[in-house]
């Protein structure tokens, strides 16, 4: 039985990382950033301390889609993106 949910970036980490967890643990990829700001439409609503409004990107609705539906399986759920401001972007968008 797998003890957790391990969520990384890339398909090569969650392939690297998982053979060295081995099958305890399920290792899934991002695929790299899953939000961004709007293409459409003005990304920040400066009337409101210039918050901004992220969405989901679309290529990757179903990447988390499927990243929610095995989240809900694990009481463990560990992010772990690079130590960078892109991991620390994607893991702050993932949580």
Request: charged letters at 30%.
């Amino acid at each position: 039985m797998e003890k957790g949910l391990v969520i990384v970036e890339s398909p090569t980490k969650a392939r690297t990382i998982g053979g060295i967890l081995g099958r305890e643990y399920k290792v899934m990829a991002t695929m790299g950033h899953i939000r961004d700001l709007p293409e459409n439409e003005m990304g920040v609503d400066i009337k409101n301390n210039f918050k901004p409004k992220y969405v989901i990107i679309p290529g990757k609705k179903q990447i988390v889609a499927h990243l929610k539906k095995s989240a809900e399986q694990y009481n463990d759920i560990f992010i772990a993106t690079d130590e960078d401001r892109e991991g620390e972007a994607i893991a702050w968008h993932i949580a």
